[in-house]
């Protein structure tokens, strides 16, 4: 019996091509049912059933024979494939004000990240520079503000009820930080030992579904229909390596301060729900990185204390790999954006939503930055693509490593301390109360 799935669209068909191509799929035998549905009406129930059967033949292709990487979804396939060696790095050893201090920090500076880039979240970059450049405002260093000319506002549609600074008196509902809540109340109601199970089961019982995109959406479709992890990712899933499990991953990183490989392994229980593959690897990597800013303030060594704990030869490890070249190197700013820009192309849903091309955003945002807060999240949101996700993880890092009171007042003082999210029961909180939670999390785990 075939289960339903939702409706597909040519836009979907063509993500999966994409995605089996980059997975190292030989094409060639699907080739000419996709021509053929390209063409066809998918409004037509007939049609769409029959996208639905080329979806599902898709993932039976054969590897291409030259495929020169090697990305395992399962947790012990992907711990042999690692690098190894991983930077040394110092053991925690923080007072217990000292680590409430980071989590605060580390809440903190997501949401100001995250806050920064939402208003523009989908903004191209002739969109986003134009604008900034007609109203003085380059290089970012604010807030997006509404307080501009009434053409500007008409040229660059800027929508009044977005999350613009005039706008905002807290830090609004974002589904960055609604997984960011759900993994602390995961945690707290299941402890180290909770499972993929566990997390599906939450967002059944927390998360409505149109709160959720693209990859999440379709296994908690998945999940309703009875697909349980890891096949709910895999299952008529073109999303399955977006970034949607690398924004997730930031709870992980906050329980398990100096553990990467503990951070690394709770994001791939989280993450196996929706995503495989580098899909994986994004959320292990930045929960593996914040684990390791509670210890060191070396964006260098954070960076590689992330690719330690994911497999060495993946695609994601070659691109963050490669920009971390490109810094040392001593390459420009805006000449690594460019060269971004030439890898992925942003007006592509798959390539502006990829894990890759946002995590090498990340890590554009971290080197460039040179470690000043307002510098790195500036720079990853002015990079485009996926602004408010990229914003929020950078931020994340960095308000780990200075903690709550060394961030500065002119990125936190318009969130009020106040969080809103859309898990059921939450949908406003205090963030030192976020922190306070997360703190006793992580001294009743260790």
């Known amino acids: 019996m075939r289960i339903p799935y939702l409706h597909l669209t040519k836009a979907d068909l063509q993500t999966e091509r994409l995605q089996c191509e980059q997975e190292g799929r030989d094409f060639s035998d699907a080739l000419p049912e996709f021509e053929r549905l390209m063409e066809a009406d998918l409004e037509d129930s007939s049609q769409q059933a029959a996208a639905q059967v080329w979806l599902?033949?898709?993932?039976?292709?054969?590897?291409?024979?030259?495929?020169?990487?090697?990305e395992p979804s399962d947790l012990d396939g992907i711990r042999a494939s690692r690098p190894k060696n991983s930077p040394p790095l110092p053991i925690w050893a923080w007072s217990d004000d000292a680590l409430?201090?980071?989590?605060?920090?580390?809440?903190?500076?997501?949401?100001?990240?995250?806050?920064?880039?939402?208003?523009v979240e989908g903004w191209r970059r002739d969109r986003m520079w134009g604008y900034l450049k007609e109203t003085g405002r380059e290089p970012l260093s604010d807030y997006f503000s509404l307080n501009v000319p009434e053409t500007i506002q008409s040229k660059y549609e800027l929508p009044k009820w977005a999350a613009f600074k005039e706008n905002v008196n807290a830090m609004p509902e974002d589904d960055d930080l609604n997984?960011?809540?759900?993994?602390?109340?995961?945690?707290?109601?299941?402890?180290?030992?909770?499972?993929?199970?566990?997390?599906?089961?939450?967002?059944?019982?927390?998360?409505?579904?149109?709160h959720t995109y693209t990859a999440e959406r379709v296994a908690y479709h998945n999940l309703v229909m009875g697909i349980t992890p890891p096949r709910s990712a895999l299952y008529r899933n073109p999303f399955r390596e977006?970034?949607?499990?690398?924004?997730?991953?930031?709870?992980?990183?906050?329980?398990?301060?100096?553990?990467?490989?503990?951070?690394?392994?709770?994001?791939?229980?989280?993450?196996?729900?929706?995503?495989?593959?580098?899909?994986?690897?994004?959320?292990?990597w930045v929960a593996s990185m914040i684990a390791a800013a509670f210890v060191t303030e070396n964006i260098q060594?954070?960076?590689l204390a992330g690719l330690a704990q994911i497999p060495e030869q993946c695609r994601l490890a070659n691109?963050?790999?490669?920009?971390?070249?490109?810094?040392?190197?001593?390459?420009?700013?805006?000449?690594?954006?460019?060269?971004?820009?030439?890898?992925?192309?942003?007006t592509r849903a798959h390539d502006w939503c990829h894990t890759i091309s946002n995590a090498m955003l990340?890590?554009?945002?971290?080197?460039?930055?040179?470690?000043?807060?307002?510098?790195?999240?500036?720079?990853?949101?002015?990079?485009?693509?996926?602004?408010?996700?990229?914003?929020?993880?950078?931020?994340?890092?960095?308000?780990?490593?200075?903690?709550?009171?060394?961030?500065?007042?002119?990125?936190?003082?318009?969130?009020?301390?106040?969080?809103?999210?859309?898990?059921?029961?939450?949908?406003?909180v205090s963030l030192r109360e976020m922190a306070e939670r997360s703190q006793r999390v992580v001294l009743t785990q260790r």
């Open 100 to 119: 409430f201090e980071k989590l605060y920090g580390a809440w903190v500076g997501r949401c100001a990240g995250c806050l920064l880039g939402k208003p």
């Open 362 to 428: 990340v890590a554009i945002g971290l080197l460039w930055g040179e470690s000043d807060f307002e510098s790195s999240i500036t720079k990853a949101v002015y990079g485009c693509f996926d602004t408010d996700c990229n914003g929020a993880t950078v931020g994340s890092i960095l308000g780990a490593i200075y903690g709550r009171s060394q961030l500065p007042d002119k990125w936190t003082a318009i969130l009020n301390d106040t969080l809103e999210t859309g898990i059921a029961g939450y949908h406003r």
């Open 179 to 210: 997984y960011t809540t759900a993994g602390l109340i995961i945690l707290e109601q299941h402890g180290r030992d909770f499972s993929p199970e566990h997390v599906a089961n939450f967002w059944l019982l927390n998360l409505p579904i149109l």
């Open 242 to 284: 977006w970034i949607g499990a690398q924004i997730r991953a930031d709870f992980w990183g906050y329980a398990n301060p100096g553990d990467m490989e503990r951070a690394a392994e709770y994001a791939w229980r989280d993450a196996v729900v929706s995503h495989v593959k580098n899909g994986i690897y994004g959320e292990m």
């Open 319 to 346: 691109r963050i790999h490669a920009v971390m070249e490109w810094y040392q190197s001593g390459m420009e700013y805006m000449t690594a954006i460019e060269r971004v820009h030439t890898e992925w192309d942003e």
């Open 301 to 303: 060594d954070i960076l």
């Open 56 to 70: 599902d033949d898709t993932l039976r292709l054969p590897a291409r024979p030259d495929y020169p990487f090697h």
